[in-house]
């Protein structure tokens, strides 16, 4: 297995803050009870930003960051995310068309929670097999549209942002290794799906954390 490793890093937050106090307010609960259930304090919603320009807006800051990064050696784009706006042209696509960049593959992966660590993964394996030399992976949600605002189990949690890496192989001792399960018992403890031509979100907060806390670290 060669080893990969990361060679720059870029996010990006929208301006509009949300506090546990505003919260608090809105649910009729108290800050504590949201901190100490989700170790929150502020979270971000966008305004009037679609999800793509959160995407482009993390890359910037990458490059920005990063002087001698050249997207034009980007040969491969993969985009985690549950919050896309179309299913096709994925967002991956988009963010080729605004830094174009001729020669590249595009996959979003649609994976919840674990989408961003699954977009490594694939990553990683298409730089084993040498398809790919650097490989751009972008976690974006822009969940603030979609979650049910009087829902404390997921009102307290979920907001808006994007964080990426840019990917190479690496001849230095740097390991890679993951294990990647799913479970079907917990199919139905997170969903996201279209009704009425809108999208929607339903979380069992308690069996989500149970599950986080219980089979997520070994």
Request: hydrophobic residues 35%; neutral net charge; charged residues 25%.
């Amino acid at each position: 297995m060669k080893n990969i490793e990361i060679i720059a890093t870029g996010k990006y937050l929208p301006t509009t803050k949300i506090d546990n106090t505003y919260l608090a307010k809105q649910l009729n609960i108290t800050e504590d009870f949201i901190y100490k259930r989700t170790g929150i304090q502020t979270r971000h919603y966008s305004k009037d930003e679609n999800i793509e320009q959160l995407a482009i807006k993390c890359i910037e800051n990458l490059i920005e960051k990063n002087s001698q990064i050249n997207p034009q050696n980007i040969d491969m784009i993969i985009v985690a995310t549950t919050s896309t706006n179309m299913l096709m042209p994925g967002i991956s696509y988009k963010i080729q068309e605004h830094f174009n960049i001729e020669n590249c593959m595009c996959i979003d992966v649609l994976a919840g929670c674990a989408g961003f660590i699954n977009a490594i993964d694939i990553a990683q394996k298409y730089i084993e097999t040498t398809t790919a030399k650097k490989a751009l992976v972008v976690g974006i949600e822009q969940l603030s549209k979609y979650i049910n605002k009087a829902d404390t189990g997921t009102s307290i949690i979920l907001s808006d942002g994007a964080g990426a890496v840019l990917l190479e192989e690496t001849s230095e001792n740097k390991k890679y290794y993951s294990n990647i399960e799913t479970t079907i018992d917990e199919k139905d403890i997170l969903k996201t799906y279209m009704k009425d031509k809108k999208l929607k979100l339903e979380m069992n907060g308690k069996e989500v954390y149970k599950y986080a806390v219980t089979e997520t670290v070994k």
